[in-house]
Nanobody, 124 residues
């Protein structure tokens, strides 16, 4: 089992920044990939970014490229999502997820473990 706990959400004005954290515990994650997803009210959950734990390979959805950066700290077993130039359309609950295997994939069904989510609200 892998336990994931997100933190770092909050309210920010458009153009501002937030850094989300996802602390993982329960297993050694060297053979896992980690992802961030988000779900806005009335919308389906969507992929945001993913990172391969062992070599740090990354993958982003087009709408966040150049604004968001996913990274990991192996020593802390923590994955981060640095979000810059935030827009009101980034408002959502953000979820961290983990999948067994090294491939960085976008479908949520490929992920085995999920955190409880953290709210990000961007005001205009």
């Amino acid at each position: 089992q892998v336990q994931l706990v997100e933190s770092g959400g909050g309210l920010v004005q458009a153009g501002g920044s937030l850094r989300l954290s996802c602390a993982a515990s329960g297993r050694t994650l060297s053979s896992y990939a980690m992802g961030w997803f988000r779900q806005a009210p009335g919308k389906e959950r969507e992929f945001v970014a993913a990172i391969n734990w062992s070599v740090g390979r990354t993958y982003y959805t087009d709408s966040v490229k150049g604004r968001f950066t996913i990274s990991r700290d192996n020593a802390k077993n923590t994955v981060y999502l640095q979000m810059n130039s935030l827009k009101p359309e980034d408002t959502a609950v953000y979820y961290c997820a983990a999948r067994r295997g090294s491939a960085v994939l976008s479908p949520g069904r490929e992920y085995d473990y999920w955190g409880q989510g953290t709210q990000v609200t961007v005001s205009s």
